[in-house]
C-alpha cells in the first residue's frame, strides 16, 4: 500500500497538475502492461491519496490487519478529514463491512456526534491513539 508514496515522491516529484497526470498516465501503461489491470491510472490516484490521507506507517500497518483495501477506496472518497476519521473508527470499532460502511456514509451524518468537544478533540487528536500498533 506504499506504492502511492513512491508514485508521489520519487515518480511525481512535482505538483504541477498537467505534468504529474501525463506520468501517471505513462506509469499507468508500463505498470498495466507488466503485472495487470490493477494498475489503471485511476487505480494509482487512489494509491496516491491514501499515501496523502495515511501518511503514518504505524497507522496504516494497525488498519491494514482490520480493513480491506475495498473499505479505503470507500474512505479515500471522503474529503472532509474528520469525518474520514470518524468512519475509519468506526470501521474498526465496529466490525464494519464495505457494504454496511458505503450505507452508513450515504445516511449517517457524523457531524452531531463530532460536536460534541470532548469527541471533536479525540478525533481530530488521536488517529495514532485509537490505531496504536500492539506491541
Request: hydrophobic share 35%; proline share 3%; with cysteine.
Amino acid at each position: 500500500m506504499r506504492f502511492g508514496k513512491i508514485i508521489k515522491q520519487e515518480i511525481v516529484k512535482q505538483d504541477r497538475a498537467e505534468y504529474g497526470k501525463q506520468i501517471i498516465d505513462y506509469v499507468s501503461k508500463q505498470l498495466t502492461l507488466e503485472y495487470g489491470r490493477d494498475f489503471s491510472r485511476s487505480s494509482l490516484f487512489r494509491m496516491i491519496q491514501f499515501f496523502e490521507y495515511y501518511p503514518d506507517n504505524e497507522i496504516v500497518a494497525s488498519l491494514m490487519r482490520q480493513l480491506l483495501w475495498t473499505h479505503f477506496v470507500e474512505l479515500i472518497k471522503i474529503k472532509d478529514p474528520l469525518k474520514r476519521d470518524f468512519y475509519t473508527k468506526m470501521c474498526v470499532s465496529e466490525r464494519w463491512s464495505v457494504r454496511t460502511l458505503k450505507g452508513r456514509i450515504d445516511s449517517v451524518d457524523p457531524l452531531p456526534y463530532l460536536k460534541t468537544t470532548r469527541l471533536r478533540g479525540c478525533f481530530k487528536a488521536s488517529m495514532s491513539f485509537c490505531f496504536r500498533v500492539e506491541t
